[in-house]
């Protein structure tokens, strides 16, 4: 089983609204990953989590603020958006981050994030 | 960071095989080939990966040339269903799993 679970499937915020993504992996994978699609655009790299811990943002704005409260579960709330982060978000999971390791990273389907 | 080039669009016929091509001229020794899809508006999917010996899965076959500038993705028997962005992606050394999506290549199976 390679699932990764994402909800909300759509979101469709106000600008002054806090909301948040939730992911979801019982693969027993320590590392997880937020990644951001624009439209007809390939995905970039948000941010990184390593048991638990963050390991990389990659100069996110403040306004995203991601959580890993246990190894199974990854967050990212919402805040104060503006209408360019309009986009598919999508979490991944992978066994182990870092380094020399080259594990797989396994993709959930994305969260559409409107914001109006 | 190692980057990769791949054609922008392919066409292939339904029940043919499918050959992606993928130059990364400039790959370290100790770096891998990963290959995604993505079908529309959809999370993208892993395919296989390789670091420099040919590989095979049930979906598809992966062939690095020995001077691992690069590879080829072959899909044996392309489905109405292989339609995708295809991501050709080198694993970018000590990088914490980041992985650097290029362009990829929109591969269209026709009947």
């Known amino acids: 089983d390679t699932e990764v679970t994402q909800t909300p499937k759509h979101l469709v915020m106000g600008m002054t609204n806090k909301k948040s993504l939730k992911c979801e992996q019982h693969m027993g994978h320590r590392a997880m990953y937020w990644y951001k699609q624009k439209a007809k655009k390939p995905p970039e790299l948000m941010f990184v989590?390593?048991?638990?811990?963050?390991?990389i943002n990659e100069s996110v704005p403040s306004r995203f603020s991601p959580e890993c409260p246990n190894s199974s579960l990854l967050n990212l709330h919402l805040h104060a958006l503006q209408p360019e982060d309009s986009a598919l978000y999508l979490c991944?999971?992978?066994?182990?981050?870092?380094?020399?390791?080259?594990?797989?990273?396994?993709f959930g389907p994305g969260t559409r994030l409107t914001v109006l | 960071d190692a980057k990769t080039t791949q054609p922008p669009s392919m066409d292939c016929a339904e029940g043919r095989a499918a050959n992606l091509p993928c130059n990364h001229s400039?790959?370290?020794?100790?770096?891998?080939v990963y290959w995604y899809r993505q079908i529309h508006s959809q999370g993208p999917q892993y395919i296989i990966h390789?670091?420099?010996n040919n590989e095979t899965n049930e979906m598809a076959s992966l062939i690095i040339t020995e001077d691992r500038k690069s590879s080829t993705l072959i899909l044996p028997h392309a489905t109405l269903r292989d339609t995708a962005v295809y991501y050709c992606?080198?694993?970018?050394?000590?990088?914490?799993?980041?992985?650097?999506f290029g362009a990829g290549t929109q591969v269209v199976v026709t009947p």
């Open positions: 992606i080198v694993r970018v050394t000590d990088s914490w799993g980041k992985l650097q």
């Open positions: 991944a999971s992978s066994l182990l981050a870092g380094g020399r390791y080259q594990d797989t990273q396994y």
């Open positions: 989590y390593s048991y638990e811990k963050l390991s």
């Open positions: 400039t790959i370290s020794g100790n770096e891998y």
């Open positions: 390789g670091l420099k």
